[in-house]
């Protein structure tokens, strides 16, 4: 082991093998500190990847280089592409993955990375002098010292797990807490707080009765995550199904027997836990009108005999689980494998950090992932990833890497926990982007490929093949606008699907603009000239383009109002704002005002806007006092 490194990444979970991993591409020299190099990128609960807006963060994040989708793709058994009713803004890919095996392939990546050494070791303390970082000191009583350091430590600072009125110290089931790294931040002048998490009991596969269960199958035509990955050999493993059941009232009565010795009802957890995903107990007080809650019996791996029952995460008494378990439908016989528990862990509130992930009081420190306040993997992928690039970018030179809102789904994120901060655990969804059918998983390469290039995460033949896929998308938008398709030819197709027929000629834009039309349709019927009928038979034959065509002709309008707002705000999003600006002298802010700003220190103009407590006066202020 080296005596120093340009980069230090505290914790192997999602976050720290993003950070790491891009670090060492960047060219750093990474020590990836970890209690157990073969627990890289376990999944703490559950064993999937993606969901709702959580799979527009995994497609960021591979369009920039990183690994969380690749890994997905390569230990996936089940993959769904969620809400396909809806609009392609909110198409979100998910996939169930096997949990063992997404933690070696994760270790397979890592191990083989050049620049990143994994030390095994729990981190006591993390070392600043003059305002900067100078390393770690561990608990064996080594110095480690290091440029930057990113803390991605997950639910492990001071980690407690409760059951019923049961605590234990952890990070993880079976795993030990991290210790003293909280309290040598507090030294240094940062808040901290706590947060509450929680995962559901594991069942005995081979227990439960899944003849009379729902069955719930993955796409015909699964999609991969990555951009990198090879559709021909996809998907590399076998693929299973997932299952549905309910709890109903008999459930809830064994339930809210245990009320009286929850450690959430009984004050023993402090910690704020997720609204989003609240524990069953959470749900039956919160929703009593509700008489059933959907359940998800998912597999956690091709040769695994558990079952993770989604929907029932809990930190109710063991003995009140099994006996409320065994009420569910399918589960009359279940065997209980292991009981649902809640951990509780600090995490230090994000107003601290830049928009780079840069701690504000110290610099070269980094934090990313849960210790934000966020849950998920998703969201903690994208933060390590974006502190990964950015500790190595410092330290050789380059520009630092800050994404807007406007162009992805990480930098809502990232905006949203600088500008707004958090005292519960922050979830990503679809409704936090305000320009979301532009931030959509189908065209994140087209949105980000160009900063993974950048900053030499993404090879320059993936690059170029962007590129030149563009000109062809181009090229095809304006082919649709200019095209014209006769009424001989179409109205008799338009006839046959019931739909009113045009009176004689409509471009082919026009026509794919109707809701029940598909431009792969609507192209059959290209009939002008010879070259007109190959490129249009070439674009059917281009998924990839095709798909992105269709959509610009077909919400072309909505497109061009998200467009014209991004212009609107432009000025205000490129107005910058030093960041040693010292409001308090600013005496024409309000007080409010003052306080937020201080605290925030925002970049820009627009970012200063997205602060709670900044009015439009304090904005007419800082224009004036930065113009003159």
């Excluded at 991605?152 to 993880?172: C, D, E, I, P, Y």
């Excluded at 994404?403 to 707004?420: P, S």
């Excluded at 409704?431 to 900053?455: M, V």
């Excluded at 809701?515 to 998924?543: H, I, Q, W, Y």
Aim: hydrophobic share 35%; with cysteine; glycine share 8%.
């Amino acid at each position: 082991m080296s005596n120093g490194y340009d980069i230090i990444v505290i914790g192997g979970g999602h976050a720290g093998i993003e950070a790491a991993h891009a670090g060492a591409m960047m060219g750093c020299d990474v020590a990836l500190i970890t209690m157990d190099r073969f627990a890289l990128g376990r999944m703490s609960c559950n064993p999937a990847i993606g969901g709702t807006a959580k799979g527009h963060l995994v497609r960021e994040v591979d369009a920039l280089g990183g690994i969380m989708a690749g890994t997905a793709d390569h230990t996936g058994i089940q993959f769904r592409m969620l809400n396909r009713s809806k609009g392609p803004a909110v198409w979100s890919p998910r996939c169930q993955s096997d949990r063992k095996l997404y933690s070696e392939e994760a270790y397979r990546i890592i191990s083989n990375s050049p620049n990143i050494e994994i030390v095994e070791e729990s981190v006591v303390e993390i070392l600043a002098a003059g305002g900067k970082v100078v390393g770690v000191s561990t608990a064996s009583g080594k110095f480690i010292n290091s440029s930057a350091v990113i803390l991605s430590s997950g639910t492990f600072l001071n980690g407690k797990m409760h059951t019923g009125l049961v605590s234990t110290t952890g990070g993880r089931y079976g795993e030990k807490p991290s210790l003293g790294i909280t309290e040598s931040l507090s030294r240094l002048g940062f808040l901290s707080a706590r947060l509450k998490t929680g995962t559901p009991p594991r069942l005995k596969k081979t227990t439960i009765n899944w003849e009379i269960l729902e069955e719930q199958a993955g796409d015909d035509s699964p999609q991969p995550f990555s951009y990198r990955t090879d559709k021909s050999v996809f998907p590399f493993l076998p693929q299973v199904s997932c299952f549905i059941t309910h709890t109903d009232d008999s459930v809830h009565r064994v339930l809210e027997k245990g009320f009286d010795n929850s450690p959430m009802f009984t004050g023993l957890i402090k910690g704020v836990g997720p609204r989003y995903c609240p524990s069953i107990e959470d749900k039956i007080v919160r929703f009593s009108e509700k008489r059933q809650h959907q359940l998800f019996l998912e597999p956690e791996g091709l040769n695994s005999d558990q079952i993770y029952l989604n929907g029932f995460s809990t930190s109710l008494p063991a003995n009140i689980q099994f006996e409320a378990l065994r009420k569910i439908k399918g589960l009359e016989n279940v065997e209980m494998v292991r009981p649902g528990y809640a951990v509780e862990y600090d995490y230090f509130p994000p107003h601290q950090v830049d928009l780079t992930l840069e701690t504000k009081k110290i610099a070269g420190l980094y934090f990313a992932g849960q210790v934000n306040g966020t849950s998920g993997y998703e969201e903690a992928a994208a933060q390590g990833l974006v502190a990964g690039i950015n500790a190595a970018a410092k330290i050789i030179g380059k520009r630092e890497l800050v994404i807007r809102r406007n162009e992805a789904y990480i930098g809502v994120l990232i905006d949203d926990l600088v500008g707004k901060s958090t005292d519960e655990p922050y979830r990503m969804f679809t409704s936090r982007a305000e320009y979301r059918l532009l931030l959509r998983q189908d065209n994140a390469d087209r949105r980000l490929l160009k900063y993974g290039y950048e900053y030499g995460l993404i090879d320059k033949a993936i690059y170029n093949e962007l590129k030149e896929r563009e000109i062809i998308i181009s090229k095809a938008v304006n082919f649709c606008n200019d095209t014209k398709i006769n009424a001989n030819f179409i109205n008799a197709h338009l006839n046959s699907r019931s739909l009113s027929e045009i009176d004689s000629t409509e471009t082919i834009s026009k026509l794919c603009k109707r809701p029940e039309l598909g431009l792969s349709e609507v192209l059959k019927f290209v009939n002008t000239t010879e070259e007109n009928r190959l490129f249009a038979r070439a674009l059917m034959e281009n998924d990839l383009v095709l798909e992105q065509v269709e959509i610009e002709l077909k919400y072309e309008g909505y497109l061009k109002r998200q467009d014209d707002m991004i212009k609107k705000l432009e000025k205000y999003e490129s107005t910058s704002i030093p960041l040693t600006l010292n409001y308090q002298s600013i005496k024409a802010l309000s007080a409010e005002g003052r306080e937020k700003l201080n605290k925030i220190k925002p970049r820009s103009i627009g970012q200063s806007l997205r602060i709670s407590g900044v009015t439009h006066s304090d904005i007419a202020v800082l224009l004036v006092y930065l113009k003159n």
